[in-house]
């Protein structure tokens, strides 16, 4: 969906914010729609595409986990089980492989 962003200055070729209308995915665009609206800014996002969890990257650094039902399904099961808790799964399977770590089978 096409909607009408924010862009950083510091990711601005011109070095101002600005406004630009960019493609948003379908699975995260009503967060960053209500976020924008809040007026919280955000360096970038992505849905996941069906292949890894979404996120919306804000821009103090923070990240915005955003999960589909069955992966949060599988979140709430690692974080209740006796095992470390699923960041520490995330981490340690990066460090571990050098690929990233993701909910989706």
């Known amino acids: 969906m096409i909607f009408n962003v924010k862009i950083p200055a510091d990711l601005s070729h011109t070095g101002q914010a ?7 995915d379908d699975g995260v665009v ?9 007026g919280i800014d ?4 992505c849905d996941g595409h069906g292949q890894r969890e979404g996120n ?3 821009q103090d650094g923070r990240m915005l986990l955003v ?3 069955n992966q949060t399904d599988t ?4 974080s209740r089980c006796d095992s ?5 799964v995330w981490l340690d399977h ?3 492989t050098q690929e990233p770590f993701s909910l989706v089978p």
């Not at 955000?42 to 996002?45: C, T």
């Not at 470390?84 to 520490?88: E, I």
């Open 18 to 24: 600005y406004f630009k209308n960019i493609d948003i």
């Open 30 to 38: 009503d967060i960053v729609q209500a976020l924008q609206d809040a």
């Open 42 to 45: 955000m360096r970038g996002s």
């Open 56 to 58: 919306i990257h804000l």
């Open 67 to 69: 999960l589909n039902p």
């Open 75 to 78: 979140y709430l099961a690692l």
């Open 84 to 88: 470390p808790p699923v960041f520490d």
């Open 94 to 96: 990066i460090v571990a």
